[in-house]
């Protein structure tokens, strides 16, 4: 699993190497969320006020540049 972000960002990026998935969370905020998929590998996290405070994205290899977009890396 590789992390990105230091903590302060509201904004932090996890992939999990082993089911290829990618998590993009924009808001820091813990709150319940509603997912919706808007395609067969992407899952938006709906929190309050309709707004999108997270990303999921399955088989993410296939649709992202990993390398460029996770500069760096920690193995958890």
Known sequence: MYIMGNGRDKMNIIYNDKSDLLYIRLDD??????NRRVSEDIVLDIGRDEKVVGIEILD????VNLKSLLPISYKV
């Open 29 to 34: 905020k813990k709150q319940e969320v509603v």
């Open 60 to 63: 993410a290899s296939k649709h």
